[in-house]
């Protein structure tokens, strides 16, 4: 990447500016589809920003996956970072049938 003064090099991205706490909204229809869709991303803000928060939001999982995407939320974050865990239970394969309580959920 050329910069606007023709130097070579990549551009920093800043997630937040001043300080300012960053809330972030994770949607995943699966449990592990949040670890594996931005896993890194989110190993990165928690590395980068110093408030930071998260909204960790999972569709569907029966009784195991429920465990299992409870466990790997709280893996990846503390107990300060997470401002939300919510694991809903819809039926897997039915979402876009069910596309209107989802929603309605979601909002």
């Known amino acids: 990447m050329i ?3 023709g130097e070579s090099g ?3 991205f800043k997630f937040s500016k001043n300080g300012a ?8 229809a699966h449990p592990d589809d949040i670890e594996i869709g931005c896993g890194g991303t989110i ?6 920003v110093d ?18 995407a409870q466990k790997s939320a709280e893996t990846f ?7 939300k865990l919510d694991i809903q239970d819809y039926k897997e394969s039915y979402f876009p049938f069910s ?7 979601f909002e």
């Open 21 to 28: 706490e960053l809330n972030v909204l994770c949607l995943g």
């Open 43 to 48: 190993l990165k803000l928690i590395d980068e």
């Open 3 to 5: 910069s606007h003064h």
């Open 51 to 68: 408030r930071v928060r998260f909204n960790w939001v999972v569709f569907s999982g029966d009784e195991k996956r429920r465990k299992e």
């Open 10 to 12: 990549m551009q920093k």
């Open 77 to 83: 974050l503390d107990k300060k970072k997470l401002n």
């Open 99 to 105: 596309g209107a309580v989802i929603k309605d959920h």
